[in-house]
């Protein structure tokens, strides 16, 4: 008897078992050729739009008709993004598409930037139309080089669901195992690797773009002081933290960090809140704080988003900022963080900015951000404005209401600056903010102001 039931278990047993396996199978084709097909869509996307927005770009340079050339410059603007995000999504194994991503994202803009100019009444000038010919030529060799890496996954049978680890029963061969840096044997990416590779070389494209390479190249205006010995640089960071946290604090940690704005990077401990820690970076030229934040969770809310406001203001005071204008807030995670701008006479500096966050539990400022700040404060000569208030805001649209207008030097995409007359209105239930340039008339910008929790914010 009890063999029978050994028997009868373990065959139960077997039958559980390779149930459990067909429907594992199951399972992972099921991801396999969803993943396929999802990788397949994004290679095709990428493929169609880059030769839309050659096409697009095509008849731009073909036509006379500066309103036609706008119609293009827009499509094409339009194709290049889609094409740029595309390419974010699909699985390029052994290489990352960098220089091809900045590529596309660069020629979107460039082409919305033209588009823009032709809208406002300006022409192309003939580098510029030069400049749009060698880009539509570059897209050209980007699309023939995608046509090469399509046929060369049909005609092997590959399949982009390899990337993923969610192999195909029974294939012989995948993407994943021939597609490999661009040093080794064919694979089927080479192509496009090496078109890639040839984005890298392309001459710089500078334009009034917010991806013109010469903004990568920025240099920061407002440090100001030569360089500071590490040994300085952790006394700031120190003193800094003991004020936002009315506390003292100990270098924990010590490394060098080179972004926008080289820095040393300290870790700091409360030395009096073992739990607490805060990282701040320090700027090498000038020992600026550029950043502090403080890791510690914030609880249940004491104070309220005036409270918080006031001690953002008086912290800035205390750290030398004079004359800061708030100007939008906003609550995350029971911290209230506001936006301030610097002021100068009538005139609120938007370039010039420095984020504080208050804990609205006791108060303690856990966040600081200046960096717009430093890479952008300068003595500044600000135009004198050509038009009155007056005349500004009669160039706003009659169907909304005026409610308030001031000066702001406002930044553009480019890198550039403008004065303006912010002008807020407001049609039905929305709230908006007009720029109108006080040199020349002209509406510069427009942003909506959206109510959220805690706060407001601009798109």
């Given at each position: 008897?009890?063999?029978?039931?050994?028997?009868?278990?373990?065959?139960?047993?077997?039958?559980?078992?390779?149930?459990?396996?067909?429907?594992?199978?199951?399972?992972?084709?099921?991801?396999?050729?969803?993943?396929?097909?999802?990788?397949?869509?994004?290679?095709?996307?990428?493929?169609?739009?880059?030769?839309?927005?050659?096409?697009?770009?095509?008849?731009?340079?073909?036509?006379?008709?500066?309103?036609?050339?706008?119609?293009?410059?827009?499509?094409?603007?339009?194709?290049?993004?889609?094409?740029?995000?595309?390419?974010?999504?699909?699985?390029?194994?052994?290489?990352?598409?960098?220089?091809?991503?900045?590529?596309?994202?660069?020629?979107?803009?460039?082409?919305?930037?033209?588009?823009?100019?032709?809208?406002?009444?300006?022409?192309?000038?003939?580098?510029?139309?030069?400049?749009?010919?060698?880009?539509?030529?570059?897209?050209?060799?980007?699309?023939?080089?995608?046509?090469?890496?399509?046929?060369?996954?049909?005609?092997?049978?590959?399949?982009?669901?390899?990337?993923?680890?969610?192999?195909?029963?029974?294939?012989?061969?995948?993407?994943?195992?021939?597609?490999?840096?661009?040093?080794?044997?064919?694979?089927?990416?080479?192509?496009?690797?090496?078109?890639?590779?040839?984005?890298?070389?392309?001459?710089?494209?500078?334009?009034?773009?917010?991806?013109?390479?010469?903004?990568?190249?920025?240099?920061?205006?407002?440090?100001?002081?030569?360089?500071?010995?590490?040994?300085?640089?952790?006394?700031r960071a120190t003193n800094f933290s003991n004020a936002a946290s009315n506390s003292t604090y100990r270098v924990q940690a010590i490394r060098t960090s080179n972004g926008r704005i080289p820095a040393f990077a300290l870790r700091l401990m409360d030395n009096r809140r073992p739990n607490v820690t805060v990282n701040v970076d320090v700027s090498k030229q000038g020992g600026q704080i550029i950043s502090l934040l403080n890791t510690r969770p914030v609880t249940a809310?004491?104070?309220?988003?005036?409270?918080?406001?006031?001690?953002?203001?008086?912290?800035?005071?205390?750290?030398?900022?004079?004359?800061?204008?708030?100007?939008?807030?906003?609550?995350?995670?029971?911290?209230?963080?506001?936006?301030?701008?610097?002021?100068?006479?009538?005139?609120?500096?938007?370039?010039?900015?420095?984020?504080?966050?208050?804990?609205?539990?006791?108060?303690?400022?856990?966040?600081?951000?200046?960096?717009?700040?430093?890479?952008?404060?300068?003595?500044?000569?600000?135009?004198?404005?050509?038009?009155?208030?007056?005349?500004?805001?009669?160039?706003?649209?009659?169907?909304?209401?005026?409610?308030?207008?001031?000066?702001?030097?406002?930044?553009?995409?480019?890198?550039?600056?403008?004065?303006?007359?912010?002008?807020?209105?407001?049609?039905?239930?929305?709230?908006?903010?007009?720029?109108?340039?006080?040199?020349?008339?002209?509406?510069?910008?427009?942003?909506?102001?959206?109510?959220?929790?805690?706060?407001?914010?601009?798109?």
């Amino acid at each position: 008897m009890a063999r029978k039931l050994s028997t009868l278990f373990l065959a139960l047993a077997l039958l559980v078992a390779v149930g459990w396996g067909l429907w594992e199978r199951a399972n992972r084709l099921t991801l396999a050729n969803a993943v396929e097909a999802g990788g397949q869509r994004d290679f095709y996307n990428l493929l169609n739009y880059v030769e839309q927005a050659q096409v697009s770009m095509g008849k731009s340079l073909a036509s006379s008709s500066p309103r036609q050339q706008a119609v293009h410059l827009t499509e094409a603007w339009n194709q290049a993004a889609a094409a740029q995000n595309s390419l974010s999504q699909l699985p390029t194994p052994g290489f990352k598409p960098v220089n091809t991503s900045k590529f596309l994202s660069q020629t979107s803009d460039y082409n919305n930037y033209l588009a823009q100019k032709l809208a406002r009444g300006e022409e192309m000038t003939p580098q510029e139309w030069q400049q749009l010919a060698n880009l539509k030529a570059e897209m050209e060799r980007l699309a023939a080089s995608l046509h090469q890496t399509e046929g060369q996954v049909a005609g092997k049978a590959l399949r982009w669901s390899s990337f993923y680890g969610t192999r195909m029963p029974a294939l012989p061969r995948t993407i994943a195992r021939l597609a490999v840096p661009a040093q080794a044997s064919p694979g089927p990416l080479d192509g496009f690797i090496n078109t890639d590779r040839h984005l890298q070389t392309l001459p710089s494209l500078n334009y009034d773009g917010p991806f013109s390479s010469h903004l990568e190249k920025q240099q920061p205006l407002g440090l100001g002081g030569g360089e500071v010995a590490q040994a300085e640089a952790e006394r700031r960071a120190t003193n800094f933290s003991n004020a936002a946290s009315n506390s003292t604090y100990r270098v924990q940690a010590i490394r060098t960090s080179n972004g926008r704005i080289p820095a040393f990077a300290l870790r700091l401990m409360d030395n009096r809140r073992p739990n607490v820690t805060v990282n701040v970076d320090v700027s090498k030229q000038g020992g600026q704080i550029i950043s502090l934040l403080n890791t510690r969770p914030v609880t249940a809310p004491a104070l309220d988003a005036s409270t918080a406001q006031e001690k953002a203001r008086a912290f800035l005071k205390s750290q030398g900022f004079g004359d800061m204008q708030p100007t939008y807030t906003v609550r995350t995670d029971n911290n209230q963080v506001i936006t301030f701008a610097a002021k100068e006479g009538d005139v609120i500096l938007y370039p010039d900015q420095v984020k504080v966050k208050v804990a609205l539990d006791n108060g303690e400022i856990t966040g600081w951000d200046a960096t717009p700040y430093y890479m952008a404060h300068h003595e500044r000569d600000l135009p004198r404005q050509r038009l009155t208030a007056d005349q500004a805001r009669a160039k706003i649209n009659p169907g909304v209401k005026i409610e308030g207008t001031r000066l702001a030097l406002i930044p553009m995409p480019g890198g550039s600056e403008k004065l303006t007359y912010e002008i807020k209105t407001r049609l039905d239930n929305t709230s908006y903010l007009t720029y109108i340039n006080a040199q020349t008339g002209e509406e510069e910008k427009v942003l909506q102001i959206v109510d959220v929790p805690g706060g407001q914010l601009t798109m």
